[in-house]
């Protein structure tokens, strides 16, 4: 098959398995379905992929790159923790956005496998995975603004942005498994959770409050 040829292809197939993710879950990714609806054999998913492990492998890839994409968008103030709120905001939306693909991407759905490439190292990098590196960099840049606008002390922001991510996950699993309801308290736990940490790490609440001010009313 022509390189060209092969390219749109994978293009396309991993356009169909993404949108059938999202409509069906996981259970709905199989390879005679996906195939046929690009007009292709079952043996394309094998000479494209390798095998429905590393179809799964792509998506997850695809999913951190379009994460990383729309979390850079987010353009930055003259109030760096505004801007960390407002990028942790974006962070949520966009899971909510895609919530079978966003669990696929993290190994906690049916086919996934658990990624080496997600193992951080002290110093702020995923071993052999660049597009989930992308993400983590907009974050640790972010809070790399903040430590120099004097906002937080000297923190490691690696361990800092661990802190953050660790914390926003778990809501994030959490809303999506229905636990907060519809018009539950879930933004107002993130919220405050958010300041929490943000104080914790030496923002002065009152300004942690004002900043988060500011990126509601950015959102709005």
Same mark, same amino acid.
């Given at each position: 098959?022509?390189?060209?040829?092969?390219?749109?292809?994978?293009?396309?197939?991993?356009?169909?398995?993404?949108?059938?993710?999202?409509?069906?879950?996981?259970?709905?990714?199989?390879?005679?379905?996906?195939?046929?609806?690009?007009?292709?054999?079952?043996?394309?998913?094998?000479?494209?992929?390798?095998?429905?492990?590393?179809?799964?492998?792509?998506?997850?890839?695809?999913?951190?790159?379009?994460?990383?994409?729309?979390?850079?968008?987010?353009?930055?103030?003259?109030?760096?923790?505004?801007?960390?709120?407002?990028?942790?905001?974006?962070?949520?939306?966009?899971?909510?956005?895609?919530?079978?693909?966003?669990?696929?991407?993290?190994?906690?759905?049916?086919?996934?496998?658990?990624?080496?490439?997600?193992?951080?190292?002290?110093?702020?990098?995923?071993?052999?995975?660049?597009?989930?590196?992308? @993400?983590?960099? =907009? %974050? /640790?840049?972010?809070?790399?603004?903040?430590? !120099? &606008?004097? $906002?937080?002390?000297? *923190?490691?922001?690696?361990?800092?942005?661990?802190?953050?991510?660790?914390?926003?996950?778990?809501?994030?699993?959490?809303?999506?498994?229905?636990?907060?309801?519809?018009?539950?308290?879930?933004?107002?736990?993130?919220?405050?959770? @958010?300041?929490? =940490? %943000? /104080?914790?790490?030496?923002?002065?609440?009152? !300004? &942690?409050? $004002?900043?988060?001010? *500011?990126?509601?009313?950015?959102?709005?």
């Amino acid at each position: 098959m022509p390189r060209t040829l092969q390219t749109d292809q994978r293009a396309r197939l991993l356009d169909v398995a993404l949108r059938t993710l999202e409509a069906s879950g996981p259970e709905a990714l199989q390879a005679r379905t996906l195939t046929a609806e690009i007009g292709a054999s079952t043996q394309a998913v094998y000479t494209l992929f390798g095998g429905m492990p590393g179809l799964f492998e792509a998506l997850a890839a695809e999913g951190f790159a379009r994460f990383a994409r729309h979390v850079e968008e987010i353009p930055e103030t003259d109030d760096p923790v505004a801007d960390f709120f407002t990028k942790g905001a974006a962070f949520c939306d966009w899971a909510f956005a895609h919530p079978q693909l966003y669990r696929l991407m993290f190994g906690l759905t049916a086919g996934a496998r658990r990624r080496a490439g997600l193992r951080l190292t002290p110093s702020g990098r995923l071993v052999d995975f660049p597009q989930g590196q992308a @993400g983590l960099d =907009v %974050m /640790v840049s972010t809070l790399e603004r903040v430590k !120099a &606008a004097g $906002r937080i002390g000297p *923190v490691d922001c690696v361990i800092a942005a661990g802190q953050f991510l660790s914390a926003t996950h778990g809501y994030v699993l959490l809303e999506i498994a229905g636990m907060f309801g519809d018009d539950g308290p879930g933004p107002q736990v993130i919220a405050e959770l @958010g300041i929490n =940490v %943000m /104080v914790g790490l030496g923002d002065e609440r009152e !300004a &942690a409050q $004002r900043s988060l001010l *500011v990126a509601a009313r950015r959102r709005a």
